[in-house]
């Protein structure tokens, strides 16, 4: 309900003026911390490489539900005894957060569509792995919002990479 919610600001136009100076860095390593022992559960190795100093202008608990969303992903669709890198990094004047998994990776014809409200790619798994198909839209939402980009790139042999780029305060 609480995404449907946001979606549905987000539609109206709605959200947050993004005035608050946000430290990404803090929040990478907090949601980073905080994932680790979920994908542990999984048998799942969560590593996370954070620069310092990583600020932008937004709304921090959007920024939070956002990381949220990536990492539970990628544990949710990757295999046990696998590896995710979770990476948050300067990128010339955006900052780069980058999950990459290894796990069934998203084919050509799937990777727009998943954006879209209530799109599963295979929904017989979709349904034994829970959700219901709004995170990838309040993932890109959010990016929207914060007048940034998000990407899906294959993760050479097998996987996925999330990219999100999001403009940065402090540009040096």
């Given amino acids: 309900t609480e995404n449907l919610m946001e979606l549905a600001r987000g539609d109206e136009g ?24 979920l994908a542990e559960k999984k048998e799942i190795t969560l590593r996370t490489k954070v620069d310092t100093n990583l600020k932008l202008l937004g709304d921090e608990a959007a920024l939070n539900r956002l ?3 990536l990492l539970d992903n990628a544990i949710k669709y990757s295999p046990a005894h696998t590896l995710i890198d979770f990476l948050a990094t300067k990128s010339k004047n955006n900052l780069l957060v980058e999950v990459r998994d290894q796990g069934c990776g998203i084919s050509d014809k799937d990777k727009e569509k998943v954006f879209d409200r209530f799109y599963r790619v295979d929904k017989a798994r979709s349904r034994s792995q829970g959700g219901l198909g709004l995170g990838l839209s309040l993932a890109r939402t959010i990016v929207l919002q914060h007048h940034g980009e998000i990407k899906i790139l ?7 990479i999330m990219q999100v780029l999001l403009p940065r305060v402090g540009k040096k």
């Fill in 14 to 37: 709605s959200l947050p003026q993004l005035k608050l100076e946000v430290d990404m860095s803090k929040l990478c390593q907090q949601v980073g911390q905080q994932l680790a022992l």
């Fill in 154 to 160: 294959d993760n050479k042999p097998c996987g996925t």
């Fill in 67 to 69: 990381l949220i969303i």
